[in-house]
């Protein structure tokens, strides 16, 4: 490995002839106010006040979307029978899997002890929730009455009705709003200690007033972290199962449907796949830009865009097998339907669709990513986390689609196609994370100081107590 | 209670873990037990000087698993058999494989809640004033990159020129007088 690359490069570790984690050269104080000084700037960045402008712009057309939805019902929607799920479950689904890859780094990760992911896990996780408010809206719009939505918890009520416990819908409630409480627990939780720091650091009285709230006080008392950091790796440890099952639970939506194309088992492990998969690239998406914006290169390295790529490469290769696998037991279980199915996916009207999705998901990125050059080629992996989303989104609309319109019956036969308002959400919702991802890296601190601070040199405890100097010509 | 009137306590500063860990372990060998060390990111060898070994978080988080778990299975299993059953296509009215999977995410959910906000409480947080802010150069490093041991007054074997002297034989910074 020490030979690729250039030779020269200081983010190369001559030894290993690995990329560093983090750039040399940084100490506790540094760290901090690189992070800090992004959150507590009297100077906010122009660039910063037009993209969220543009943001509130595509959230003016989710409310206007939504506003009409609630007026006129879901008949503004393309959905008509037999393509009775439409864009809201394609989005539910896609939205609900980009989230995944931040739990991803922030549980699964850290379980592993991969130190590399300190360095992004806090905007992974922040994408996350946002993506989980846009993902939670659609189940939620979808009933039709929205103002209703209560009815799905299990709670006592004058009518006596109860929600159907053996339906995968009403699990789907479970399982996505425990996936949103957790989420949004482990990430405050997480960002306490970073609170504390930026309460001590602010110059503004609100902003003290406000971060000292939301620090609760932390001090950095050595018992405060030692049950700290036994909650977090308990945390971890829960959410590591807790987003295996999420996705699994939304995969029976569709697996629990006797349906052809619905009806298999490879859906659970595939869609979770498939979710990590596009959760990487949408944290590729926004890592690329916030890394150079804020000049952040030093802490968010090659070396993480490399292994996020390659990460990629092997949720990659699972979805690929998911494809393959399908076709394969549609052909295998000799049910006529099953076949019929998959033909009319690959060659029927909606071909192009499974065209797409072969290319931009299978064709493109597996082919690519395989290259090192390539994988830490920030331009091209930018381009290549588009390519990806994309390709995710129309995976869920195939699978969504073409199992749909097409049924036992040919005398049932429809088609399906998506309206004007149908674009208009679907845009609004991805406007709507955008929106709060601005909000998130303007006020919270994006990148956990706390836990960068561990992955110095100058955190090494030596024996006899050794001084600051003799710490510093050790790690020289 | 600790006597609200005097000092809380000596507070010295120092640049570097290792230093802070040294002086932690000759405090505790000699004899001194309420003491707290204060660091911008957890470093387990303060703790082991300090002798804090076991928290009670897992336990806490376990107990929050088993009501998620137990609350949930009973609930659905006393809705869909008693509360209101429907008839799905035949199916049991206890069709318990259906009951697990909310029961699992409840277990995840009260497990997760419960480690939180269960260190939270036994953090004794929120706690907005603590004596130890009190200190002028306490608020500058303690969550950026500077190392605190503080020697609380509350210690019998506290003397406040005994104890800053002890302190002072450290490669410490400063030892401040931290009033309550």
Same mark, same amino acid.
């Given at each position: 490995?020490?030979?690729?690359?250039?030779?020269?490069?200081?983010?190369?570790?001559?030894?290993?002839?690995?990329?560093?984690?983090?750039?040399?050269?940084?100490?506790?104080?540094?760290?901090?106010?690189?992070?800090?000084?992004?959150?507590?700037?009297?100077?906010?960045?122009?660039?910063?006040?037009?993209?969220?402008?543009?943001?509130?712009?595509?959230?003016?057309?989710?409310?206007?979307?939504?506003?009409?939805?609630?007026?006129?019902?879901?008949?503004?929607?393309?959905?008509?029978?037999?393509?009775?799920?439409?864009?809201?479950?394609?989005?539910?689904?896609?939205?609900?899997?980009?989230?995944?890859?931040?739990?991803?780094?922030?549980?699964?990760?850290?379980?592993?002890?991969?130190?590399?992911?300190?360095?992004?896990?806090?905007?992974?996780?922040?994408?996350?929730?946002?993506?989980?408010?846009?993902?939670?809206?659609?189940?939620?719009?979808?009933?039709?009455?929205?103002?209703?939505?209560?009815?799905?918890?299990?709670?006592?009520?004058?009518?006596?009705?109860?929600?159907?416990?053996?339906?995968?819908?009403?699990?789907?409630?479970?399982?996505?709003?425990?996936?949103?409480?957790?989420?949004?627990?482990?990430?405050?939780?997480?960002?306490?200690?970073?609170?504390?720091?930026?309460?001590?650091?602010?110059?503004?009285?609100?902003?003290?007033?406000?971060?000292?709230?939301?620090?609760?006080?932390?001090?950095?008392?050595?018992?405060?972290?030692?049950?700290?950091?036994?909650?977090?790796?308990?945390?971890?440890?829960?959410?590591?199962?807790?987003?295996?099952?999420?996705?699994?639970?939304?995969?029976?939506?569709?697996?629990?449907?006797?349906?052809?194309?619905?009806?298999?088992?490879?859906?659970?492990?595939?869609?979770?796949?498939?979710?990590?998969?596009?959760?990487?690239?949408?944290?590729?998406?926004?890592?690329?830009?916030?890394?150079?914006?804020?000049?952040?290169?030093?802490?968010?390295?090659?070396?993480?865009?490399?292994?996020?790529?390659?990460?990629?490469?092997?949720?990659?290769?699972?979805?690929?097998?998911?494809?393959?696998?399908?076709?394969?037991?549609?052909?295998?279980?000799?049910?006529?339907?099953?076949?019929?199915?998959?033909?009319?996916?690959?060659?029927?009207?909606?071909?192009?669709?499974?065209?797409?999705?072969?290319?931009?998901?299978?064709?493109?990125?597996?082919?690519?990513?395989?290259?090192?050059?390539?994988?830490?080629?920030?331009?091209?992996?930018?381009?290549?986390?588009?390519?990806?989303?994309?390709?995710?989104?129309?995976?869920?609309?195939?699978?969504?689609?073409?199992?749909?319109?097409?049924?036992?019956?040919?005398?049932?036969?429809?088609?399906?196609?998506?309206?004007?308002?149908?674009?208009?959400?679907?845009?609004?919702?991805?406007?709507?994370?955008?929106?709060?991802?601005?909000?998130?890296?303007?006020?919270?601190?994006?990148?956990?100081?706390?836990?960068?601070?561990?992955?110095?040199?100058?955190?090494?405890?030596?024996?006899?107590?050794?001084?600051?100097?003799?710490?510093?010509?050790?790690?020289? | 209670?600790?006597?609200?009137?005097?000092?809380?306590?000596?507070?010295?500063?120092?640049?570097?873990?290792?230093?802070?860990?040294?002086?932690?372990?000759?405090?505790?060998?000699?004899?001194?037990?309420?003491?707290?060390?204060?660091?911008?990111? +957890? *470093?387990?060898? =303060?703790?082991?000087?300090?002798?804090?070994?076991? @928290?009670?978080?897992?336990?806490? &988080? #376990?107990?929050?698993?088993?009501?998620?778990?137990?609350?949930?299975?009973?609930?659905?299993?006393?809705?869909?058999?008693?509360?209101?059953?429907?008839?799905?296509?035949?199916?049991?009215?206890?069709?318990?494989?259906?009951?697990?999977?909310?029961?699992?995410?409840?277990?995840?959910?009260?497990?997760?809640?419960?480690?939180?906000?269960?260190?939270?409480?036994?953090?004794?947080?929120?706690?907005?004033?603590? +004596? *130890?802010?009190? =200190?002028?150069?306490?608020?500058?490093?303690?969550? @950026?990159?500077?190392?605190?041991? &503080? #020697?609380?007054?509350?210690?019998?074997?506290?003397?406040?020129?005994?104890?800053?002297?002890?302190?002072?034989?450290?490669?410490?910074?400063?030892?401040?007088?931290?009033?309550?």
């Amino acid at each position: 490995m020490a030979t690729k690359g250039p030779i020269n490069d200081p983010m190369i570790d001559p030894r290993t002839g690995e990329y560093a984690v983090i750039a040399p050269g940084h100490n506790f104080k540094s760290v901090t106010q690189k992070i800090a000084g992004i959150v507590l700037t009297s100077n906010t960045p122009l660039g910063w006040f037009f993209g969220l402008l543009v943001a509130s712009g595509f959230v003016t057309g989710l409310v206007i979307g939504l506003t009409w939805l609630v007026l006129k019902g879901v008949g503004i929607w393309g959905v008509t029978i037999p393509g009775a799920w439409g864009f809201a479950i394609i989005n539910f689904v896609w939205w609900i899997g980009i989230g995944h890859a931040g739990t991803l780094i922030s549980a699964i990760l850290l379980l592993f002890k991969q130190t590399w992911r300190n360095s992004i896990n806090r905007f992974a996780e922040a994408m996350t929730i946002f993506a989980v408010v846009c993902a939670g809206m659609f189940p939620l719009i979808h009933v039709g009455r929205p103002w209703l939505g209560y009815w799905l918890f299990p709670y006592p009520n004058t009518m006596n009705v109860w929600p159907q416990f053996r339906s995968p819908l009403a699990w789907d409630v479970f399982a996505v709003s425990t996936y949103a409480t957790i989420s949004v627990v482990f990430w405050y939780i997480g960002m306490i200690p970073d609170f504390g720091t930026l309460r001590d650091r602010a110059q503004l009285p609100l902003a003290k007033y406000f971060y000292g709230i939301l620090s609760l006080g932390w001090r950095g008392s050595t018992r405060h972290w030692i049950r700290y950091e036994s909650a977090s790796l308990l945390l971890a440890g829960l959410s590591t199962p807790l987003v295996l099952s999420v996705h699994t639970v939304i995969s029976f939506d569709f697996a629990v449907a006797a349906l052809p194309g619905w009806h298999t088992t490879i859906f659970p492990p595939y869609f979770v796949a498939g979710a990590i998969y596009s959760g990487f690239a949408m944290v590729i998406t926004l890592a690329i830009p916030i890394r150079k914006f804020y000049h952040l290169e030093d802490l968010v390295t090659l070396r993480h865009l490399d292994n996020m790529a390659k990460v990629m490469l092997g949720t990659g290769l699972i979805v690929g097998y998911g494809y393959g696998m399908e076709v394969f037991m549609a052909w295998y279980s000799a049910s006529h339907w099953e076949w019929f199915m998959m033909w009319n996916r690959m060659f029927g009207p909606m071909g192009w669709a499974y065209g797409i999705l072969i290319l931009t998901n299978l064709a493109i990125p597996l082919t690519t990513l395989w290259s090192r050059k390539l994988r830490v080629n920030v331009a091209f992996l930018f381009v290549l986390s588009f390519i990806i989303n994309t390709g995710m989104w129309f995976e869920r609309f195939v699978i969504v689609v073409t199992s749909l319109y097409r049924d036992f019956l040919p005398s049932s036969w429809g088609t399906y196609r998506a309206t004007r308002w149908d674009y208009i959400i679907y845009v609004g919702t991805l406007g709507l994370f955008t929106f709060l991802f601005f909000l998130f890296v303007r006020f919270l601190p994006m990148i956990p100081m706390n836990e960068i601070r561990m992955m110095l040199p100058q955190t090494k405890v030596t024996r006899g107590g050794a001084t600051a100097e003799q710490v510093s010509e050790e790690s020289a | 209670m600790p006597p609200r009137e005097g000092i809380y306590g000596l507070l010295a500063e120092f640049n570097t873990p290792s230093e802070l860990v040294h002086a932690t372990e000759a405090a505790h060998s000699a004899g001194y037990r309420r003491m707290e060390c204060y660091t911008p990111y +957890p *470093v387990e060898e =303060a703790a082991s000087a300090l002798h804090f070994h076991k @928290t009670r978080v897992p336990l806490v &988080c #376990l107990l929050g698993g088993v009501i998620g778990v137990t609350t949930a299975f009973m609930m659905q299993t006393w809705v869909a058999v008693w509360a209101y059953p429907l008839n799905i296509g035949g199916r049991p009215l206890f069709s318990w494989p259906a009951f697990i999977i909310p029961a699992y995410e409840w277990t995840i959910l009260f497990a997760g809640l419960s480690a939180a906000f269960g260190m939270i409480a036994l953090n004794g947080l929120p706690q907005l004033y603590h +004596p *130890v802010f009190n =200190a002028p150069n306490f608020r500058s490093g303690a969550t @950026t990159d500077k190392f605190f041991l &503080c #020697l609380e007054a509350a210690d019998p074997k506290f003397s406040v020129t005994e104890t800053r002297a002890f302190l002072e034989q450290f490669s410490a910074v400063s030892v401040v007088e931290v009033d309550h």
